[in-house]
């Protein structure tokens, strides 16, 4: 009985030292968040959201590379329309590599390289000293901004424009 009692009670304190356990029952009951029917829409740019069971390409050709850049194209046209900014993760790259494939796929969206242009800031702003460092504000986007326009400068018109030497010179 001793034995029982002492099993009974170190059973009952190590329970207590466990964290409690939530089940899901326990969870309030959050909706599920409809999915957007499109990726990217704007005007004239209509991507359909992605999906698990859409169709796959069987072959690649003509007809998928025409695709591609029209999925580039609208997608960095849409972010210059709805986002206004330039983006690393969106037109920054899309500036960056998509110039270089001017002789495939024919010139970049003007659209972009218009917002990118418009982006560049008069002046350099005074830097804000952090840990001794210099840091300048938007720095990031400026890197991408300038990468953007030297690779459009390269590859599309092959001479440096007076907006890319001003964003270089801005970077460094």
């Known amino acids: 009985m001793l034995v029982a ?11 207590a030292d466990e964290p409690v356990k939530k089940t899901d029952a326990a969870k309030p009951k959050v ?7 499109f990726q ?26 025409l695709a591609a850049r029209k999925y580039l194209d609208d ?14 993760h969106s037109t920054g790259v899309y500036m960056a590599e998509r110039p270089a ?5 024919g010139k970049p969206s003007e659209e972009v390289l218009a917002q990118f242009i418009k982006s560049i800031p008069a002046a350099v702003g005074e830097p804000v000293l952090r840990d001794g460092a210099k840091y300048y504000g938007a720095s990031i986007t400026t890197v991408w901004r300038s990468s953007g326009l030297a690779s459009w400068d390269k590859h599309v018109t092959g001479t440096l424009s007076e907006h890319t030497d001003k964003a270089l010179r801005q970077t460094l």
Do not use: H
């Open 5 to 15: 009692l002492f099993c009974s009670a170190k059973l009952r304190n190590a329970q």
């Open 31 to 37: 909706a599920a968040k409809p999915k957007p029917k």
């Open 40 to 65: 990217y829409q704007s005007v004239g740019i209509e991507i359909p959201a992605a999906t698990a069971d859409e169709p796959k390409v069987a072959a690649f050709g003509p007809e998928t590379i």
């Open 75 to 88: 997608g960095a046209n849409y972010w210059v329309r709805e986002k206004n900014c330039v983006a690393c």
């Open 101 to 105: 494939l001017t002789p495939l796929l």
